[in-house]
């Protein structure tokens, strides 16, 4: 039986002080460890993150999300987890659905269980037209790829199970698009299940999205091209040699591999 401690919640911060401690806290008091990767950030998002129980990997400087999760990952690798849960840092997440990735893991034995927020069509119809379409787009592509029906494959809301834990420990993309679209197809043409499941989403408290409607529909459009022209990021094949273990003998799970409370 999988236990909630089995599974390790991480999350890529960057100058998130004004939310992290919710975030943390409530993912610790459904049962679960945290991770934070304070990915350079100017405020106190690390110190806030560590008093509310989290253990705290800092960047010296900003590596992107794709970076701060293969940090991420490699530690959970280490450390013996067989899966981790990617969940944002800005409060958007309810930590309560926790759990309901969970739950689809152990009944589905997918790789990767997607926590979707266009499930509700209400929520979809708050992103722009232009942006909306494009998305589509690339959802599209990636269900394609994982044959299975996919909403929201930009998901940052999503568990990630060994073997592919391990693919992504050992090379993970950096770039926009790369972390979420470039991965899952990345993850479905190597053979690995993939599942989507609806999940509500919270207003963003504090701050916004870095990226404007037109720079993200024109780094959509350069990960389209990528992908269409198979000059993607690749991982192994599902039945093959788990490289990232092979890779890094401190991966064999560990007796003792929760953080610290």
Request: glycine fraction near 10%.
């Amino acid at each position: 039986m999988i236990e909630r401690g089995d599974v390790l919640v991480v999350v890529p911060a960057l100058n998130e002080a004004a939310t992290i401690a919710e975030v943390v806290s409530g993912a610790r008091q459904h049962g679960y460890g945290v991770i934070v990767v304070d990915d350079g950030s100017t405020d106190d998002t690390g110190s806030r993150a560590a008093s509310a129980g989290a253990t705290v990997l800092r960047h010296e400087r900003n590596l992107g999300v794709g970076g701060a999760l293969q940090t991420a990952f490699r530690y959970a690798q280490r450390a013996g987890y067989p899966a981790v849960i990617q969940c944002d840092a800005d409060g958007q997440h309810a930590t309560e659905h926790l759990d309901d990735l969970v739950r689809s893991w152990r009944e589905t034995g997918a790789d990767v269980v997607l926590g979707s927020r266009f499930r509700n069509p209400a929520h979809a119809r708050r992103i722009p037209r232009p942006r909306r379409l494009a998305m589509a787009v690339l959802s599209r592509i990636a269900g394609r790829a994982c044959r299975t029906r996919i909403s929201d494959v930009t998901s940052g809301f999503r568990l990630i199970a060994t073997p592919v834990l391990d693919r992504f420990a050992r090379r993970f993309p950096a770039h926009y698009l790369g972390d979420t679209f470039e991965a899952i197809v990345a993850v479905g043409r190597a053979g690995y299940q993939v599942k989507e499941i609806g999940v509500p989403i919270r207003p963003r408290k504090v701050g916004q999205s870095t990226a404007t409607t037109l720079r993200a529909v024109a780094l959509i459009a350069r990960s389209l091209l990528v992908v269409i022209l198979g000059i993607n990021y690749r991982i192994a094949r599902a039945g093959g040699q788990t490289e990232a273990r092979a890779s890094h003998p401190t991966s064999t799970r560990s007796t003792d591999r929760r953080p610290p409370p």
